[in-house]
């Protein structure tokens, strides 16, 4: 479950960028539910009669600051990201208070990219944000990021990256791996894998609709403080379903997505720098599966630059 925790702070990044460069203002509204499920207890695996749910809604902003576009027609670009998200949880027959009731995530960065050569580029980011359970929001709440990728860009439709995160997640700055991955396919049948944050394959239904299957991987950080010491607790989700997808006009277009959680767990981690890659006793907690629904409006006012 680490491995997915990592995954979590450069999908907050915005590491899951496209590569193409939006000459105009982009992002989406989207709120998700995933009604009560059973608390499984990390001490022995057992299905328990505790249970909770998850609601969030989530808003975020690309802006563009600076576009320029080279001799070669590839792109230059400053980008100002905003993004927000408020997740509310019941917590139903725990004999005592093990996971939050709210999580906020709020966050601001820069992002640059600019060609290196035909086939490369390079992505920078910076950013900041408060990540807290609303319990007492404080300096330990709030999480300065930044990186670099280096893109190969094999053609239009396939990229592949690699580069490092420094994040004083962990309370100490500290260097982590950067992966970018993203492929899509043409044609009426499209298959769309980007690394982290997941996976989809869809038909072209008509110009104006498309119909999806998904896997995806989500999460929120919030930090808590226990027994006198700064955690950070990650929630982690990783759903499947089918996806309907209806574009509105020129600009919008409307998701809708019913499916299933296929896990779905809150990852405690110190925040020391001797305990990162220590193991635990006892396994993550993590809930049992559930149905999963959600609603997405996303925009782009303008065309991408292909």
């Excluded at 949880?89 to 640059?112: I, K």
């Excluded at 990021?145 to 990229?159: D, K, S, T, Y």
């Excluded at 999806?212 to 379903?241: C, F, P, W």
Aim: hydrophobic share 40%; net charge positive.
């Amino acid at each position: 479950m680490k491995t997915l925790h990592y995954c979590l702070i450069f999908v907050g990044l915005g590491l899951t960028l496209k590569t193409n460069a939006q000459t105009g203002i982009s992002g989406q509204i989207k709120a998700d539910y995933v009604p009560f499920s059973n608390y499984v207890r990390p001490i022995d695996s057992a299905k328990t009669g505790s249970s909770s749910d998850f609601k969030r809604i989530q808003l975020d902003f690309s802006i563009p600051l600076s576009i320029k576009i080279d001799s070669s027609e590839q792109p230059k670009m400053w980008a100002l990201k905003l993004g927000g998200a408020y997740a509310k949880m019941q917590n139903r027959n725990y004999e005592e208070a093990l996971f939050p009731t709210e999580m906020l995530n709020v966050q601001v960065g820069v992002v640059h990219m600019r060609p290196l050569s035909k086939k490369w580029s390079m992505m920078a980011m910076a950013s900041v944000g408060v990540f807290t359970d609303l319990e007492k929001i404080n300096s330990d709440d709030v999480l300065v990021q930044g990186g670099a990728l280096f893109i190969r860009n094999f053609n239009p439709r396939l990229a592949l990256g690699f580069g490092a995160v420094v994040t004083n997640t962990f309370g100490v700055p500290m260097l982590l791996p950067g992966i970018y991955f993203n492929w899509v396919t043409g044609g009426r049948y499209q298959l769309h894998v980007n690394f982290p944050e997941g996976i989809d394959f869809g038909v072209q239904m008509s110009p104006k609709f498309n119909l999806k299957t998904v896997v995806e991987l989500s999460g929120m950080t919030a930090e808590r403080n226990r027994d006198n010491k700064s955690t950070l607790l990650g929630y982690v989700q990783v759903i499947a379903g089918l996806r309907p997808e209806f574009k509105l006009g020129n600009s919008f277009t409307l998701q809708l997505t019913a499916g299933t959680t296929l896990t779905r767990s809150f990852i405690t981690t110190s925040r020391k720098l001797k305990d990162i890659f220590k193991e635990k006793e006892f396994a993550d907690p993590r809930f049992t599966t559930t149905a999963y629904g959600a609603v997405a409006l996303k925009w782009s006012l303008s065309k991408a630059k292909k």
